[in-house]
């Protein structure tokens, strides 16, 4: 075999795998439902402290308009503040709620059975991008218009492509079904950003490749649209449940950076329902029910974390580079057993292969000690490497404590904003986040 021929296969290998990449764009999933209220201003604030860590757009969660009247007057808002902000949008059908005349009920699918199976969403489909794909908001990849869905992966793309370019990334529930569905897709995204044997199903960590390498197999080169997220709780009569994700954003990302994927999809932006959000608390947007475990829990620190290695994976770097240090830390408002007193719903399942323990993320310059006292128990001291190393601890009940020294002096610290109890009213397994 010639030079050019063994690097052409080498090319080949690396593309399918996801090493190389020509439009490698993070994303973050933006639940539209829970916006009915939002002015451009208000899009505007959060493109801005997104586009501050690199995220270059979001992708809208939406219903229907039959659903979600307001849906169509907030893609607009969206699509204009991201024209104005020099920020991209897509969007992203979530299929709890579109239909097409072909979808056939799956048991143990994701998805909810909403609409009369013969209810055919295509046209409805189309005309929402044809208003606002040529708009310069819109996210696009290998020249298309990006499209996605939740679930929805048995939506057939090819009457919307007749009338306009659409790179269609919808979610696989099942990465096999690449190479089984003749639905005109592009490529896809995977829903699996926590540890899980698929659907809904809770397991052990710590988070593994096996899903991800089973989309890149069976994708054989289309583009695979990675999911990350920091964390998974949910506490509504509906869906009750904890993933196994106590310091999944550091593992996850790193696992992002090993693949280098074509693109990649946070989860998410604003999902305060499922605890996995990375925004400020959007003081204008609509409460689901989830205030009862996400008022008063910010998770913006995360942030300082996704930045770095958002900037790692656009350079294709093995791992992140610090050039200042600091610290992020995050817990649970109460130790796994506590039994709360006033709650109509029991404990999330999924907590028994909870560890009660607290989260630390140092992003040193130069290796450092670290020191954590959580509530009564006795400080622990640790040494840790230059970069970004998670580490974590017992804990105790009352207020945690951080604290970083280098060369005897400590040079960053103080306690955590929220007390460890050993009470509780109502079950809360989402997470309170915090740094220095």
Not at 16 to 43: L, P
Not at 179 to 190: P, V
Request: with cysteine; proline share 6%.
């Amino acid at each position: 075999m010639g030079l050019k021929a063994i690097t052409a296969a080498l090319a080949l290998v690396l593309c399918s795998r996801g090493f190389v990449s020509a439009q490698k764009a993070v994303y973050a999933h933006f639940m539209v439902g829970i916006v009915e209220n939002y002015t451009v201003d208000d899009w505007k604030a959060d493109m801005a402290d997104a586009k501050a860590i690199g995220i270059d757009g979001f992708a809208l969660n939406c219903a229907p308009p039959r659903v979600d009247s307001y849906t169509p007057k907030q893609l607009a808002n969206a699509y204009q503040a991201a024209g104005e902000s020099d920020f991209k949008v897509f969007i992203s059908f979530d299929f709890a709620y579109w239909q097409n005349g072909t979808f056939t009920f799956h048991p143990g699918s994701l998805v909810t059975d909403h609409h009369p199976w013969w209810l055919d969403d295509t046209a409805l489909i189309t005309t929402a991008l044809q208003n606002y794909s040529s708009l310069p908001g819109q996210a696009k990849y290998a020249g298309g218009a990006i499209a996605s869905t939740f679930v929805g992966e048995f939506f057939d793309w090819a009457p919307v492509k007749a009338a306009l370019s659409v790179t269609a990334l919808p979610m696989l529930e099942d990465p096999i079904q690449a190479t089984e569905l003749h639905t005109s897709f592009d490529g896809a995204l995977s829903w699996y950003a926590w540890p899980t044997d698929g659907g809904n199903s809770i397991i052990p960590g710590p988070m593994t490749t096996i899903w991800d390498d089973k989309y890149f197999e069976w994708l054989a080169g289309k583009p695979y649209l990675m999911p990350v997220s920091p964390w998974f709780s949910t506490h509504f009569n509906s869906k009750n449940w904890v993933f196994v994700c106590e310091q999944l954003i550091t593992d996850r990302w790193n696992q992002i950076l090993a693949l280098q994927p074509q693109l990649v999809e946070i989860i998410s932006w604003n999902d305060f329902g499922e605890s996995h959000y990375i925004s400020g608390p959007q003081p204008n947007h609509s409460d689901d029910g989830s205030s009862q475990w996400a008022a008063g829990m910010p998770h913006d620190a995360w942030r300082r974390i996704t930045k770095l290695y958002i900037a790692a994976y656009k350079a294709g770097a093995s791992v992140p580079t610090v050039d200042a240090d600091g610290l992020v830390y995050w817990y649970r408002p109460t130790p796994k057993d506590t039994r709360c007193t006033n709650d109509t719903l029991p404990a999330p399942n999924g907590i028994n292969l909870l560890s009660d323990v607290v989260f630390v993320t140092t992003m040193l310059t130069a290796s450092a000690t670290l020191t954590v006292t959580s509530g009564s128990l006795a400080p622990v001291s640790i040494n840790v490497g230059a970069g970004i190393v998670t580490s974590n601890f017992t804990m105790g009940v009352g207020t945690q404590s951080f604290a970083v020294s280098r060369n005897g002096a400590k040079i960053l610290g103080g306690d955590g904003g929220l007390k460890i109890a050993s009470t509780c009213t109502t079950y809360n397994f989402n997470a309170y986040v915090g740094g220095f």
